[in-house]
């Protein structure tokens, strides 16, 4: 039984459908012929499809979201590899996206609030930094695990946190 898999390129353009015959097979596009792909560097690769040859070079590979920019000539390609499983979550709203966005931030651990590092009404993206928190002699920078607007600040700072206090909320 072959096993598929969903290619997304450049999100707005419809998916490539792949599949392979056994988990030891090389992936191909559905009903094309085999192509011949050879490792020839650190990221780089020749491809032959059709009779005709690329260089492929891979920019960036996002374990995350199972993105992979890929330069194939002169054009930049960006490709979202999905399994049923994940089609399946995507259609029935259960997202990587949906659970990203959070709408409080929490201490991890006990702690020194030293510094907050954002304002109410302030937008932030994924990774900003929001505060740093110091544990065990150990200053931490809490990042953002999504985007939103600091809606209102719990925590001062040089205060004393416990685990699991509030620190953020988030709209």
């Known amino acids: 039984m072959p096993i598929n898999l969903r290619a997304i390129v450049n999100a707005h353009s419809g998916p490539v459908e792949l599949e392979r015959a056994t988990p030891e097979a090389r992936w191909q596009v559905k009903g094309a012929a085999p192509a011949d792909l050879v490792k020839t560097g650190p990221g780089m690769y020749s491809l032959v499809q059709d009779g005709r040859s690329f260089r492929a070079l891979v920019l960036k590979h996002d374990a995350g979201t199972g993105a992979v920019r890929v330069r194939i000539g002169a054009h930049t390609y960006t490709v979202r590899l999905q399994d049923e499983r994940q089609r399946l979550m995507e259609l029935l709203g259960i997202d990587r996206k949906a659970a990203a966005v959070a709408h409080e931030l929490k201490a ?59 620190l953020l909320s988030f709209e």
């Open 108 to 166: 991890p651990m006990p702690g020194l609030v030293l510094k907050v590092l954002v304002k109410e009404g302030q937008e932030v993206q994924k990774n900003d930094p929001l505060l740093v928190l110091e544990a065990m002699k150990m200053e931490n920078v809490i990042k953002s695990t999504g985007q939103g607007t600091v809606k209102k600040i719990h925590a001062r700072e040089q205060a004393a946190v416990e685990k699991g206090q509030l």
